[in-house]
């Protein structure tokens, strides 16, 4: 199939797995052309089946903001027309699945899209009054829905009280590429061999609570020396730096900023932190999982349908770092116990969320939406 994504191109969940739903879909076979106002973060594969098309945006002075959400389904009506399009995938409902919306209009309803929620874009942008309508006109209309996890999907129906169908296709993780590495020169960059390694791995917003990842290092250090990688940017950094000089561990803390490789980063730590006030699923918490990393995060969201707490992953109430430092401790402090919950979680991700998996769900939906939207299914055209 000839496959159009829209995403975030930026450090955040969504856009990373439209980016990798991608990548993995043109080694399938597919062809995939990303539209988006820039390139996204981890499209860094060189497939000949993979291609970028850039939204820009003229700035008239007429207009106080940008008119992207145009200028976006104009390119959308542009790409589909020049590569033959069969089905557009946008990520994130405002203002993608809009754009698709009227893109399609455009092309005289000759052009599917799903749509697929990864959390905020409900749980936040969502209860906006401001967006709550255009949000629930955009869910409505789409004619396919996905979501990241059966909590965000009733979420969706609970707050938008949808009534089309929605399929929950959850994040997946390439377990070739994120997986069980034994790489002392890397770690002993970071840590010497006596010490854990703790890892913390987000956009640094509110929402993800980075500033709990300071207590829990601090607190643990009193029993257990560990270090603390922090990996991203965003609005709490700077609070994250001042906290850590402020409980006298600035120097046991490493900010290592945004980066497009994570698997090494994950595969070398010992604890993975995901302390969020709230998560749609947890994807970062899946890739550390895949490289045998056990997970210490907030019972919230979606993460228990991808944690299963003792056994590979400790869940804790949101904002009780007491609770999050005795997870971690029981841990690190416990050999044995260590290694089993470490080699389930590489399990979990391997039985449960590998690529393998769930890219032919999206496949198998993709061939329905488009088999609703064409009149003659066998004119779409197919690997």
């Given at each position: ?5 829209t995403c975030?191109?930026?450090y ?8 990798e739903?991608?990548?993995?879909l ?16 981890r ?17 008239y ?5 940008p ?6 389904a ?20 405002i203002p ?5 919306m ?15 929620l ?18 629930k ?7 396919g ?12 129906v609970?707050?938008?009280?949808v ?10 993780v390439?377990c ?48 257990i020396?560990s270090?603390l990688l ?7 950094r ?6 850590a000089?402020?409980l ?11 980066q ?15 302390p ?5 699923f ?7 999982m895949a490289?045998?990393?056990p ?9 228990p ?14 904002g ?25 979680a ?16 999206y ?5 329905e939406?488009?088999?609703a939207a064409?009149?003659?299914a066998?004119?779409v055209?197919?690997?």
């Open positions: 199939m000839r496959i159009g994504i975030y191109p930026t955040g969940g969504s856009g990373i797995v439209a980016t739903l991608g990548i993995e043109a080694e399938r076979g597919h062809e995939v052309h990303f539209v988006t106002y820039a390139n996204p973060i499209l860094s594969a060189e497939s000949p089946r993979v291609h970028y098309h850039e939204v820009e945006v003229t700035n002075p007429l207009f106080q903001f008119p992207y959400a145009l200028a976006l104009s390119r959308m009506v542009e790409v589909t027309e020049s590569a033959k399009l069969d089905l557009l995938h946008v990520h994130y409902a993608h699945s809009i754009s698709a009227l893109a399609s209009q455009m092309l005289d309803g000759r052009l599917p899209f799903i749509t697929t990864h959390g905020t874009d409900v749980t936040l942008v969502g209860n906006d009054p401001s967006y709550f309508p255009i949000t006109f955009a869910i409505d209309r789409s004619p829905v996905t979501t990241i996890s059966e909590y965000l999907r009733k979420r969706t609970d707050v938008f009280g009534t089309n169908g929605i399929r929950v296709i959850p994040n997946f390439n070739d590429l994120y997986r069980v590495v034994q790489d002392d020169g890397l770690r002993i960059r970071y840590a010497p061999p006596d010490e854990k390694i703790l890892i913390h791995l987000s956009n640094f917003r509110p929402v993800k609570r980075p500033l709990d990842c300071i207590h829990i290092l601090a607190r643990l250090n009193k029993t020396l270090r922090m990996v991203g940017d965003g609005p709490e700077g609070p994250c730096e001042s906290l000089r402020e006298g561990v600035e120097d046991r803390v490493e900010f290592l900023s945004k497009l490789q994570v698997a090494p980063l994950l595969a070398l730590a010992d604890v993975f932190l995901l969020s006030e709230q998560e749609g947890g994807l970062a918490a899946l890739e550390a490289c045998g990393v997970t210490v995060a907030s019972d919230v969201g979606g993460i349908e991808l944690i299963t707490p003792g056994e590979d992953g400790m869940l804790c109430p949101v009780d770092t007491d609770a999050m430092t005795d997870a971690c401790a029981a841990l690190l402090g416990d050999a044995d116990r260590y290694e089993t919950v470490a080699g389930a590489r399990q979990t991700a391997l039985t449960r969320f590998c690529a393998s998996k769930i890219i032919p769900r496949e198998e939906y993709y061939r939406v488009c088999g064409t009149p003659d066998a004119s055209s197919s690997v």
